[in-house]
């Protein structure tokens, strides 16, 4: 018996492995078996499976049972039950779906929690995906093949997506040919899928990369002829992959590199790397040159050579360049601004430029007789001996000097000297500048300076300059009149010897070693006498940021401080009032909240046997009782209404609303919205136009608040229609995740000058319209609240006398905005 048992279970497996790869391999033979043959392997199957255990009676009264009875689908089911594959059967007559439990633990499910129904199944699958399922576009279909087989996206209990692979076969069809039982098998092939993005993913990388490169490159058989080559090829030289491919890439070489074609290649054979320039050919003719790095690698399983050219053109350009900088040197020494002079290390005059020899007045032959106290002022000849000794012991050096023209006349110039190769022996050369404008605005700078120090005299502030020594080196009038002495008297002093609102009791100048450190600081120091004193300090910076000094800025503050402590004992006040409105305003929201529950409590039950009345199981009620009834329903659900905007405005003050964001179908969301006013409808006869994009289906949004919004702005849109009038619902995309909802009118419309203020709280058009169509005003508002928590938008459209649209634009994937109120609330 456990022989046969065995027997069985490996033919169950088998017939199951069968159906499924039947749907899986390409094999063209495993495709064209019929419908027949799934029949006779199926009832062998059972025939086997039973056999032994049943006790029926002979061999020849179960196998009449067997072919009595229709493809008995759910014992396959059973006894497939612990098989290591996920298993299905579709009645189509039935609508009903059932699977193993592998099926169901392949997402992570127990199989208790799988519903035997064809919705079931579409609620796990991704919305891409449904137009995949084979239900869905198999259903009533005669064309369909026996065998079939799909990939889509299923959502596992944890909340992620996962490919599975759906094979299927019909095993059974009606007189028309359209399919009444299917059965098949689910695979997970998630981590196939992951796998094959991975695998694209690299291959994506490699040819970004490949053909990202600026280089040229090639890649070659060991024949030289070229099997791929990249963008950068086919850009620089003008031809296209199809032109170069199975073509060797010396037929595109210079004619004079082709006597070195053979020498190229050997040595690459040989060392298996070379490097060397070369020139290609374009398409259009141009020349372009190349240094090529070639070496053998493998290439698709096989040897294959890697040729990485680079452009040289530019720097084939730059040596031709610099060919002809002897030329261009001469024109630049001739025509630059400056005095250029060469010396020999006994300062005799080798080579002077032409602005040398113009500026001061000789001409060259002349000029390169003289020695350098020639041209230079008898003041500062003396320091000529001076300055060859700084060149030579620091290899440059940087000097001022007057020099003197051939008339006699003066001017003053800046000589950088530096000790120059050349020939193989050490040189001066020396730039001379005319600094003539630099001497004029350094004339002008200390002009400056004395109008600077007249200013700073002229402030109320006491202004001292420091040096890293904390000795002050300036000081204007009101620091002096402070200090007690004349200017000439302060200049020099340290800090701690003078100046004791800067001291502080450990007798150290914080602010002074502040402004050392670079450090901006500011204290206040309090004086024997009351006085209260504002000390700033400011480092002095070097244009390359070093620190030589700094500035220190006193001001006493004693009456600015006596105002700020005023204006603090105000604020103070009017934060303890402002306290009080807060406490006042939270009990107004208490007791808003309580009043509300209060009157909802007697409310549902005037409701209630309101209801009970008008559905007559109370008693008959005749015309005048029945319109009694309707009026105290009408009213009571009115009063409801606002008893709802009164605890909904007493959450938002109190901070106390809740979003919780889920997937919620949108057609489900409209239709119940006008479940809920369809007595209004009723009554007005207004007709409903409803236009739902088939695109949409579901959106990420608080589903509780949705209706809300929903049935304010049908509210609305009922009460300003007139009688018989119709009401249009337009919901579509709106650019890629937005969805647009448009709820229109064509009642009496809004004036433009209430438009801008709709949506502010208690806002109504106007007396007459308010005692007519009754109202708050807390609708709109309370819509406003919640569009702006989904991060979406409203707005109204209107045109007076011809009806009006409200325009909602929500993100098909919401997310909560993080606040806790939305009070003042912008205008659209």
């Known amino acids: 018996m456990r022989s046969y048992t065995k027997r069985v279970l490996f033919l169950s497996t088998l017939l199951v492995l069968f159906i499924s790869l039947s749907n899986i391999a390409p094999a063209p033979d495993l495709r064209v078996l019929s419908i027949q043959h799934y029949d006779l392997l199926i009832l062998l199957f059972f025939f086997l499976l039973l056999a032994p255990v049943l006790k029926m009676g002979s061999m020849s009264s179960l196998s009449n049972r067997l072919f009595r009875d229709q493809y008995p689908f759910h014992d396959l089911k059973t006894a497939l039950e612990d098989a290591d594959l996920g298993v299905w059967e579709l009645d189509m007559e039935k609508g009903t779906l059932d699977v193993n439990k592998c099926w169901a633990c392949m997402l992570g499910y127990d199989p208790e929690e799988i519903k035997p129904h064809l919705s079931f199944w579409n609620k796990l699958a991704h919305p891409d995906d449904w137009k995949n399922l084979f239900f869905n576009s198999f259903h009533g279909s005669k064309d369909i093949n026996d065998n079939f087989r799909h990939e889509i996206r299923m959502l596992a209990k944890h909340g992620v997506w996962k490919w599975v692979a759906v094979n299927g076969t019909v095993v059974l069809r009606d007189a028309q040919g359209s399919p009444l039982k299917i059965i098949g098998t689910q695979l997970d092939i998630d981590n196939i899928k992951k796998a094959e993005k991975e695998i694209a993913h690299s291959e994506h990388k490699f040819r970004t990369l490949f053909h990202s490169a600026?280089?040229?490159?090639?890649?070659?058989?060991?024949?030289?002829?070229?099997?791929?080559?990249?963008?950068?090829?086919?850009?620089?030289?003008?031809?296209?992959?199809?032109?170069?491919?199975?073509?060797?890439?010396?037929?595109?070489?210079?004619?004079?590199?082709?006597?070195?074609?053979?020498?190229?290649?050997?040595?690459?054979?040989?060392?298996?790397?070379?490097?060397?320039?070369?020139?290609?050919?374009?398409?259009?003719?141009?020349?372009?040159?190349?240094?090529?790095?070639?070496?053998?690698?493998?290439?698709?399983?096989?040897?294959?050579?890697?040729?990485?050219?680079?452009?040289?053109?530019?720097?084939?350009?730059?040596?031709?360049?610099?060919?002809?900088?002897?030329?261009?040197?001469?024109?630049?020494?001739?025509?630059?601004?400056?005095?250029?002079?060469?010396?020999?290390?006994?300062?005799?005059?080798?080579?002077?430029?032409?602005?040398?020899?113009?500026?001061?007045?000789?001409?060259?032959?002349?000029?390169?007789?003289?020695?350098?106290?020639?041209?230079?002022?008898?003041?500062?000849?003396?320091?000529?001996?001076?300055?060859?000794?700084?060149?030579?012991?620091?290899?440059?050096?940087?000097?001022?000097?007057?020099?003197?023209?051939?008339?006699?006349?003066?001017?003053?110039?800046?000589?950088?000297?530096?000790?120059?190769?050349?020939?193989?022996?050490?040189?001066?050369?020396?730039?001379?500048?005319?600094?003539?404008?630099?001497?004029?605005?350094?004339?002008?700078?200390?002009?400056?300076?004395?109008?600077?120090?007249?200013?700073?005299?002229?402030?109320?502030?006491?202004?001292?300059?420091?040096?890293?020594?904390?000795?002050?080196?300036?000081?204007?009038?009101?620091?002096?009149?402070?200090?007690?002495?004349?200017?000439?008297?302060?200049?020099?002093?340290?800090?701690?010897?003078?100046?004791?609102?800067?001291?502080?009791?450990?007798?150290?100048?914080?602010?002074?070693?502040?402004?050392?450190?670079?450090?901006?600081?500011?204290?206040?120091?309090?004086?024997?006498?009351?006085?209260?004193?504002?000390?700033?300090?400011?480092?002095l910076k070097e244009r390359r940021g070093d620190v030589n000094g700094g500035i220190v800025v006193t001001l006493d503050i004693t009456e600015r401080k006596k105002a700020q402590e005023q204006?603090?004992?105000?604020?103070?006040?009017?934060?303890?009032?402002?306290?009080?409105?807060?406490?006042?305003?939270?009990?107004?929201?208490?007791?808003?909240?309580?009043?509300?529950?209060?009157?909802?409590?007697?409310?549902?039950?005037?409701?209630?046997?309101?209801?009970?009345?008008?559905?007559?199981?109370?008693?008959?009620?005749?015309?005048?009782?029945?319109?009694?009834?309707?009026?105290?329903?009408?009213?009571?659900?009115?009063?409801?209404?606002?008893?709802?905007?009164?605890?909904?405005?007493?959450?938002?003050?109190?901070?106390?609303?809740?979003?919780?964001?889920?997937?919620?179908?949108?057609?489900s969301a409209i239709d119940e919205a006008l479940a809920n006013v369809a007595r209004k409808l009723e009554d007005k006869g207004i007709t409903v136009d409803t236009r739902i994009s088939h695109e949409i289906s579901f959106m990420k949004a608080e589903p509780q608040k949705i209706q809300e919004l929903l049935h304010n702005i049908l509210d609305n849109a009922i009460k300003f229609s007139h009688e018989g009038g119709k009401i249009e619902i337009a919901v579509y995309s709106e650019e890629e995740d937005m969805l647009k909802i448009e709820v229109s009118d064509h009642g009496i419309g809004i004036p433009d000058g209430h438009l801008n203020s709709l949506f502010t709280l208690f806002h109504q058009l106007d007396s007459s319209m308010n005692r007519r169509y009754g109202g708050t005003g807390v609708g709109l508002y309370i819509c406003k609240n919640i569009i702006m928590a989904h991060n979406g938008s409203i707005w109204v459209t209107s045109k007076e006398g011809e009806g009006t649209t409200v325009h909602v634009s929500l993100p098909l994937k919401g997310k909560i905005v993080e606040r806790k109120e939305y009070i003042d609330l912008p205008d659209n």
């Open 214 to 539: 600026n280089d040229l490159i090639f890649i070659q058989d060991m024949d030289m002829n070229i099997l791929e080559m990249n963008d950068a090829a086919s850009k620089h030289l003008g031809y296209s992959r199809e032109q170069m491919v199975d073509t060797k890439l010396f037929a595109i070489t210079s004619e004079e590199f082709h006597s070195k074609e053979q020498e190229m290649q050997n040595a690459l054979f040989k060392n298996r790397y070379y490097v060397y320039e070369t020139s290609y050919i374009c398409n259009d003719g141009a020349v372009l040159p190349v240094e090529v790095s070639s070496r053998i690698i493998y290439y698709e399983n096989r040897q294959a050579v890697l040729s990485i050219a680079k452009d040289i053109s530019r720097r084939k350009r730059v040596e031709s360049a610099l060919t002809q900088s002897e030329n261009k040197f001469r024109y630049i020494f001739d025509n630059v601004n400056d005095e250029i002079f060469m010396q020999d290390m006994d300062l005799n005059l080798l080579e002077v430029n032409q602005v040398a020899c113009q500026r001061l007045g000789y001409a060259k032959k002349e000029l390169l007789k003289l020695r350098p106290e020639d041209i230079e002022t008898p003041d500062n000849s003396p320091l000529i001996k001076s300055r060859v000794t700084a060149i030579n012991l620091f290899d440059h050096g940087i000097f001022e000097s007057e020099h003197l023209r051939s008339d006699g006349t003066t001017y003053p110039v800046e000589l950088s000297s530096s000790i120059v190769e050349l020939d193989g022996k050490r040189r001066i050369l020396t730039i001379v500048r005319d600094i003539t404008e630099r001497k004029e605005a350094e004339a002008a700078v200390r002009k400056h300076e004395i109008e600077k120090e007249m200013i700073l005299d002229g402030m109320e502030e006491q202004v001292v300059y420091h040096d890293l020594d904390m000795r002050i080196l300036w000081a204007n009038k009101a620091a002096c009149k402070f200090f007690n002495n004349e200017r000439s008297i302060v200049i020099g002093k340290l800090c701690n010897e003078i100046w004791p609102v800067g001291i502080d009791s450990n007798g150290n100048c914080a602010i002074m070693q502040a402004n050392i450190q670079g450090i901006s600081r500011e204290i206040e120091r309090t004086t024997p006498d009351g006085r209260i004193w504002s000390v700033k300090g400011y480092p």
């Open 567 to 667: 204006i603090q004992k105000f604020n103070r006040e009017l934060l303890r009032m402002n306290e009080e409105l807060k406490s006042v305003d939270r009990i107004k929201n208490e007791f808003l909240a309580n009043l509300g529950h209060e009157l909802k409590t007697p409310l549902s039950s005037v409701i209630g046997y309101s209801e009970l009345l008008d559905s007559l199981t109370l008693g008959e009620l005749n015309d005048v009782q029945k319109k009694a009834s309707e009026s105290i329903y009408r009213n009571a659900e009115r009063l409801r209404s606002l008893i709802d905007s009164l605890l909904y405005l007493s959450y938002v003050n109190s901070g106390k609303i809740e979003y919780n964001f889920e997937l919620m179908h949108i057609r």
